[in-house]
T-cell receptor, first 115, second 118 residues
Framework: AQTVTQSQPEMSVQEAETVTLSCTYD???????LFWYKQPPSRQMILVIR??????QNATENRFSVNFQKAAKSFSLKISDSQLGDTAMYFC????????????FGTGTRLTIIP | GAVVSQHPSWVICKSGTSVKIECRSL??????MFWYRQFPKQSLMLMAT?????????EQGVEKDKFLINHASLTLSTLTVTSAHPEDSSFYIC??????????????FGPGTRLTVL
């Protein structure tokens, strides 16, 4: 079974600064996907970024980028030029490439952007 | 990205009654949908996988007779909480996989339904 660990329950950063959220996972699979989801106070889960494990290049989406270290089983999320709207819970998630289609979520990191 | 809706967004019911929650994929077809439960300040807990045209697959510890799932079409799955009790009060979220695009592995989530059982 896969596990996803987010070791930072809460973080805060000043607006416009850069913040990195950590995520590690444990799996015996070689092919899989990793995701970061954002859950703002509205509680709507929003996909932030997606990474395919077979791709060495780190995924980027505007101000959001990941540092994917497959050997270390690490998948951190960097938010640049943080904005007030980035305040939310952030969940890291793992999905095997075949068979089990279930997402495994981490426990989440509550990020607060300070004006 | 793909859009998933849920209805109702919140519901209050009396203990012993049943409540139905709908999950719809608005702009894509979803052969598989997922139902989650989320307690305050916690992560999402998968309850069951809903498969169009077949029985749902429930996670260990989830009572299938209490949480009835029906995936009658490629765009609609329903979760019925039967004989609801206060301990069933929670936030229920559905998700669906959009297989039409290149990222069929990605799950898109509905806005959630807050259930309060009095």
């Amino acid at each position: 079974a896969q596990t996803v660990t987010q070791s930072q329950p809460e973080m805060s950063v000043q607006e416009a600064e850069t913040v990195t959220l950590s995520c590690t996972y444990d799996t015996s699979e070689n092919n899989y996907y990793l995701f970061w989801y954002k859950q703002p106070p509205s509680r709507q889960m929003i996909l932030v970024i997606r990474q395919e494990a077979y791709k060495q290049q780190n995924a980027t989406e505007n101000r959001f980028s990941v540092n994917f270290q497959k050997a270390a089983k690490s998948f951190s999320l960097k938010i640049s030029d943080s904005q007030l709207g980035d305040t939310a819970m952030y969940f890291c998630a793992f999905l095997p490439n075949f068979g089990n289609e279930k997402l495994t979520f981490g426990t989440g990191t509550r990020l607060t952007i300070i004006p | 990205g793909a859009v998933v809706s849920q209805h109702p967004s919140w519901v209050i019911c009396k203990s012993g009654t049943s409540v139905k929650i709908e999950c719809r994929s608005l702009d894509f077809q979803a052969t598989t949908m997922f139902w989650y439960r989320q307690f305050p300040k916690q992560s999402l807990m998968l309850m069951a996988t809903s498969n169009e045209g077949s029985k749902a697959t429930y996670e260990q510890g989830v009572e299938k007779d209490k949480f009835l799932i029906n995936h009658a079409s490629l765009t609609l799955s329903t979760l019925t909480v039967t004989s609801a009790h206060p301990e069933d009060s929670s936030f229920y979220i559905c998700s669906a996989r959009d297989l039409s695009g290149g990222a069929g592995d990605t799950q898109y989530f509905g806005p959630g339904t807050r259930l309060t059982v009095l």
